[in-house]
């Protein structure tokens, strides 16, 4: 399985940017995925989760009511909408896949990361 992130960039606070997460290799649509984000010195820390279906998500309260994690299973891409976005976001953004049964927000449940794409928030 291969995971690619992408989308990251320079916006201002107050904006909004799109995250994708291309999988590739052995996928399925039952897993979980999700986005962690690492901003620098710090470690890496749970941003959104979603189930196979899309049926269920979880978020951190931190980015909660301004982010949607969403999952297109037909083109194997999930996605991040990050609105209201402060310097506080400002971190790299990871993808990764779990293969729990039950939606996760343990890093260690988590198999397979993309190689992350930068996200600056201006202020």
């Known amino acids: 399985v291969q995971l690619q992130a992408f989308g990251g960039g320079l916006v201002q606070a107050g904006g909004c940017l799109r995250l994708?997460?291309?999988?590739?290799?052995?996928?399925?649509?039952?897993?979980?995925m999700g986005w962690f984000r690492q901003a620098l010195g710090k470690e890496r820390v749970f941003v959104a989760a979603i189930t196979g279906s899309g049926g269920t998500t979880r978020y951190a309260n931190s980015v909660k009511g301004r982010f949607t994690i969403s999952r297109d299973n037909a083109q194997n891409t999930v996605y991040l909408q990050m609105n209201s976005l402060g310097p506080e976001d400002t971190a790299v953004y990871y993808c990764a896949r779990s293969r729990a049964v039950q939606i996760t927000t343990g890093i260690f449940d988590y198999d397979y990361w993309g190689q992350g794409t930068l996200v600056t928030v201006s202020s």
């Open positions: 994708s997460c291309a999988a590739s290799g052995r996928t399925s649509s039952r897993y979980i």
